[in-house]
C-alpha cells in the first residue's frame, strides 16, 4: 500500500475502530445502564464504568483480548469462553451499529467535528433504542444529556443556526407532550411517555427544528412497518403496551441529520 492510499485510508480505518469500540461500550450502557438509573429491579450490575466486562451468567470476568469487537463474537462461535452461555447476537449487531454509524458520518461530513458529532448523536440512539425496546424507558441519564449536547455542538456551528436548534428543542418537547396527551384522552391510558418527548427534543437540538415533521413521519412509519411485521411472523404485540417509538425516531433522527444539509441546500 503506498503512503498516499493509506493517507487516504486513514481517516476510514480509525473512524470504523472507534466505531466499533464505541458499539462495545453502547453493550455495556444497554445492560446496565437501566439498573444503574433504576428504570428497572433486580440485582446491580455495576456501573457503565466498574467492575470490567463479565459474562452474565457465570460473571467471569472477560479477558481483554477476548473483547475485540465482532472478532471475539465470531471466534467464540457466540459463546462464552468459560461457562458456553450463548451470548446474545445484540452484542455484535451493536458493535456493528457503532461502526456503521461512524463510517456514515465520515462519508456525509468527512474528517470534521462534524462527523464526530453526528457519530456521538447516532450512537447515544442506538443506546436509547436497544433500552427502550428491552424496557420500554427512554432514560432521562442519555435524553437530557443529549439536548444540552446537541445545543452546544450547533452553538459551535456544527450542523444549524443555534436559534433552528432552541426552537427544535422546544417544539419537539411541546409537539409529542400534545400528542401523548391527546392519545390518553382518546385511549384513557398513556400511550406515549415522556421519554419520547425528551428523545424528540435532543433530535430537534441536533438537527434544528425543520427536520423534526419529517421525522415524526418517518419514525412513526417505520414503528408501525415494524409492528406489522412483528405480528407477520406470529410475535404478539399487545396494544395495551406502550408502543416503543424510541428506535423508529432514532433510526429517523439520524437520518434526517446526515441527509438534512444535502435537501436543504437544494431546495
Ligand atoms: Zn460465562
Redesign the pocket.
Known sequence: MSLASLAEAGPWIIAGIAGLLAGSFLNVAIYRGPHQWGLVDGESRGDLARPRSY??????PIPFWRLVPIVSFVLQQGR?A????AIPVRYPVVEAIGGGIAIIALAAFGPTPSAAGAAVFGWALTALAFIDLETGFLPDAITLPLIALGLAANAFGLFVPVTHAIIGAIAGYGAFSIIGWMFEQLRGKEGLGLGDAKLLAAIGAWGGWIILPAVVFIGAVATLLAIVSAKAIGKSTSMDQPIPFGPGLGIAGFVALIAAPGILSGL
Open positions: 459474562c452474565p451468567a457465570c460473571k467471569t462464552c468459560q461457562c458456553g452461555t
